[in-house]
């Protein structure tokens, strides 16, 4: 394009822009004032080119804008409707995130030992389930499941060679001076450990501890039951409650003493070693008949051990000496438990041979003795 | 200015004053607008109502205009006009002396300053959309050179220029038509 026409037609636009008349305009630019006319008139016909709208025109414009408005403010009213509905789906899609947040947390602490973040949450779940399951039957499958539980807690911590403190409890299965094995586990018993008088293989110990290189460093030891086969799906039971295992002890321990004293009772009646044992356990049984729940301790102290079972048949046995006559006595007892009536049978056969009159009047020598022993029934059964 | 924020505020809330008095204040400009590029009244009235539901539109997307009403209003101008052309294509240009009725006051006008219409409005059809778009509003709506550039986002030294090519191109345009 030619450059200076460019020049003087944009001068020349700006000045009839201004309103200067096309003629003073061309006289301003005499060389190019023939090619500048026709692009002027141009641009002047362009200022003519355009027309107003008519009113009508304008007014419907008018109508269906306004009637657009009216129609989208319809749309904001069923939004602010459907706000609560959108809220309340939001609160509630709120809830199930963190309802399986939690259920995801609490899964995954399923998986957690001692020391991880999530162990707590996962005693608290075991806690709360034991808690739920209480009395039911399924409360002992919980328990035995938790005692297993554990005990694979402790296998992890091993396994990864993390040092945690850990309680745990299960069957001691060898006995050396230094280093036990329990449930598999390998115990490391040090001057410091705090141990039972009585300890065997077979026992159901709980062992308090930290895991170190591969071992369990024994902080204390205590005995549960002395035997497992049988106390096992009980015995548990304690175990995620350490609270109730110092009252849990006293029930071994009096059996400990209760065999004990025929030896005690022997020293005192030297002469007559072998039918002492029986007197005792007559006064115990005059002690039992007394006592309006002699039924239930037996049944109790037949689950408890062997010990507590001898004692409980002692009980049986007086109650049959006792009241030799009273045979109904005797039959409530052999409905209790036939290893009671064979046992019954020995003592009977005993006390047959003794002469009632002797056996009453050691009674009254030993019921001082018995009365100092009876109490520690009575513990148990308060416990 | 703070006026027009203000009255855009109060659109967007759907103040139905405020959205009347926008279409008042503004409906003769886009008209013209239109008036200018288009061939007839009906498209140009057609043309400006669907560029103020486009607005409606924008303040319910809230996509829109973010100052200036008027800067919006001819932007969407121009868009509407490019479809437009872009469905019509030339048609426009044939059917234009169909449909002007004989013995329209404009029309009478135009022809009595011996202004081709037809020949303009073909002779249009060669400019870019950049020239074509501020040539209406130059001379359509008849904005100063300053409020072009502003709306069309340039320099007013680069609004002359390009006004100046377009009127040039377009009477070299009419002059080979003719």
């Known amino acids: 394009m030619n450059r200076p026409l460019e020049e003087a037609l944009v001068e020349a636009l700006d000045l009839l822009e201004q309103g200067t008349p096309i003629v003073k305009i061309l006289a301003r630019y005499p060389d190019l004032a ?59 899609a709120l809830l199930l995130i963190l309802f399986f947040s939690g259920a995801v947390m609490a899964v995954s602490s399923g998986t957690a030992v001692p020391g991880d973040a999530l162990y707590g949450t996962k005693r608290f779940i075991e806690q709360t389930r034991l808690n739920y399951s209480a009395g039911s039957e399924a409360a002992a499958a919980l328990i035995k499941e938790l005692h ?30 230094e280093r036990w094995l329990v449930e598999g586990i390998p115990v490391e018993i040090t001057s410091s450990t705090i141990l039972p008088d009585e300890i065997e293989t077979g026992f159901m110990v709980q062992i308090k501890g930290k895991t170190v290189a591969g071992a369990v460093l024994a902080e204390q030891v205590d005995v549960i039951a002395e035997r497992s086969p049988e106390p096992d799906p009980n015995n548990p039971q304690i175990q995620p409650t350490p609270d109730i295992l110092p009252t849990i002890e006293p029930l071994v321990i009096p059996e400990r003493p209760d065999l004990i004293l025929p030896d005690n009772a022997s020293q005192t009646d030297p002469t007559e070693p072998l ?40 009980d049986g046995r007086g109650g049959s000496v006792n009241s030799s006559n009273h045979e109904s006595d005797d039959s409530q007892d052999d409905g209790q438990s036939e290893d009671d009536s064979k046992s019954e049978d020995d003592s009977q056969s005993e006390d047959d041979g003794q002469s009632e009159d002797e056996s009453q009047s050691e009674d009254n020598g030993h019921n001082e003795n018995e009365r100092e022993k009876t109490p520690e029934p009575e513990e148990i059964d308060g416990s | 200015m703070v006026e027009e924020i203000n009255l855009l505020k109060r659109a967007q809330a759907l103040d139905e004053e405020a959205l009347a008095e926008i279409h008042d204040t503004y409906y003769q400009a886009v008209y013209r ?34 100052n200036t009403i008027q800067g919006w209003l001819f932007g969407a101008a121009k868009n509407v006009a490019r479809e437009y052309y872009r469905r019509s294509n030339k048609m426009e240009v044939v059917a234009i002396t169909d449909q002007i009725p004989a013995g329209e006051s404009s029309l009478e006008h135009k022809i009595s300053k011996r202004l081709d219409v037809e020949a303009m409005m073909k002779g249009m059809e ?53």
Do not use: C
């Not at chain 1, 749309?75 to 309340?88: C, D, G």
């Not at chain 2, 009244?41 to 205009?65: C, G, H, W």
């Open chain 1, 34 to 92: 023939d090619e500048l006319r026709p692009f002027l008139m141009t641009a002047r016909e362009l200022d003519q080119l355009a027309t107003p709208a008519s009113t009508d025109a304008q007014e419907a414009s008018k109508r269906e804008f306004l009637h657009s408005v009216a129609s989208m403010k319809v749309k904001p009213q069923k939004s602010a409707v459907t706000w609560l509905r959108e809220a309340f789906v939001f609160s509630l």
């Open chain 1, 148 to 177: 297993q539980e554990r005990l694979d807690e402790v296998r992890t911590l091993l396994s990864r060679g993390r040092s945690e403190t850990v309680t745990f409890s299960g069957e001691v299965e060898i006995l050396s001076p």
């Open chain 1, 275 to 314: 039918p002492q044992p029986t007197v005792t356990l007559e006064d115990d049984s005059t002690h039992v008949d007394d006592s309006a729940g002699a039924g239930e301790n037996d049944s109790q102290d037949s689950q408890e051990s062997e010990d507590s079972q001898d004692t409980s048949q002692d």
């Open chain 2, 33 to 66: 607008y239109f008036s200018f590029r288009m061939p007839d009244p009906q498209t140009a009235e057609d043309l400006t109502s669907e560029v103020f539901l486009r607005f409606l539109k924008a303040i319910r997307d809230q996509s829109a205009p973010p």
């Open chain 2, 126 to 178: 060669v400019l870019t959309d950049d020239q074509k778009h501020v040539l209406a509003l130059r001379f359509g709506y008849g904005l100063p050179i300053r409020e072009v550039a502003a709306i069309v986002d340039k320099s007013e030294a680069a609004v002359k220029m390009l006004q100046a090519r377009a009127i040039m191109t377009l009477t070299k345009q009419m002059e080979l038509q003719s």
